[in-house]
């Protein structure tokens, strides 16, 4: 049991300095909004295309933070992660953008489309068994072997802050939010929006938003300590994974609600946002949205920035056409 | 035979005019660009993001144009239009923010989602055949019965300048483009190109693109005068409809070239720029993008304006998950 109102000592300067230092490296993605999804949903929502950033998802700012912050010493052996996808493919990314290795270790049951991707950018994948317990141990050997420094996919203080500069551009491109929405896996993500709006906009309301199958992050919000499950199973890959010390750190400390959908109305709100919003994203991306329809009581009237995390989808295996 | 040089009485001044008209009721679309197709082309594109436009298409333009041009005497009687569905979507819409009716001829085999948007929209739909002899004829009856006012989904005049729209917005949006490409069916968009661009940027390439499969416009561009064919087949649905000559006389006065891609290439294109570039858009949209990567050598080192067409794809159809 882990009950820790303590964290990283991360300031709003740090954020300020990640976004100067990833900026060669990133897009400033664009805001994007839907008459339709305000009329269905009575709110004002402000989508933060995420899906359309490099390598694209959100991951990619955490990863640039720590590989553009490494010393020359340090980096020339490399970087080394293990990750459900996104954070891999980001890694790569980074690490070729610099021009060293990056060692991941994925699970064997990551969509095809990741792994083409993570080899695309010049990662070099060992894969795992799809379980928190098979990818830490196997990574283990892997960072041993090589050297390399590990970059946690969310618990890594560097990668924190790199995600915080995502809301950071969301305050200069929305005015007067009253909330953030956004998915709850690690919790990377909300973390570092914690981090953010809590020195730049404390009054601004803070909702995770997970799936009923992978609650883990709910119950440990009620709980007030983490609970982590070994391999949950949920079509939204991307949130599979439990808290570790320093977002718990966060949610514990600034997150209003965490919110949870069914397995259903993720897959419907992830093909209702395809059809009206025009746009790929993931089944991760549809659970702030699915949670804003199973509780509209909640956000009716307010201006809602939405983090749509990332694009990266198996097109060859849309959960609406499995059987 | 029709080999027709003169062609609707349309200025630069017309298109700046229904820009003004329509401007409440659409979206200046954005330009999006993608560091792994100018990669992948040795060209730099620029993507004009119809998909995200109201109705889901840049129809949208010529048919606001159209319904908002109207006298009230003539517009209480509502519009009527046969159409292979966007424009058929774009007029119900600007007809519902109008408060008139409209009555659509649509074939029975366009994608359902495109049927139920159409309703949605609050058009009335008479369906069909898919081809162009029992389009017509069905039309011409719903007509009698209502007196309402017809817009052809390409061949009018307003619809033209409606389309013209697009490349204004390009226009103020990137600078200095050596060349503009489109999907190319009844010849609207195609048209409405060649009008602002012969105006304000004569030097400007505008290259058309449609399938091997439906390539009336190729043919018809090198026989000199229009070739239409009755129910082609393609996966490119927009694209099945023949030139008239309102359009026909831009396509040959204006247009670079009209280049075809087969039904592969349209799919990989199609599947390859959601993959990378994360919009959903229509299999006619890939189109160009096919069209280009099957002539590399036409746009190497140019900068080049892409128009990506519209969004509404039946989700549960997509090309590469049919057998």
Known sequence: MLDQRTGPD??????????ARIK??????????SSYFNELTGAELFFKCENFQKAGAFKVRGASNAVFGLSDEVAKKGVATHSSGNHALSLSYAAGRRGIPCHVVMPRTAPEAKKAAVRGYGGIITECEPSTTSREALFAEVQAATGAEFVHPYNDPRVICGQATCSLEMLSQVDNMDAVIAPIGGGGMISGTCLTLSNLAPDMEIYAAEPDQADDAARSFRAGHIIADDAPNTIADGLKVPLKENTWHFVSNFVTDVLTASEQEIIDAMKLTWERMKIVMEPSCAVPMATILRNPDLFRGKRVGVVITGGNVDLDKLPWTLG
């Open 10 to 19: 991360l300031t709003i300067e740090d954020v300020r300095a990640a976004h």
């Open 24 to 33: 060669p490296y990133i897009h400033e993605t664009p805001v994007l909004t």
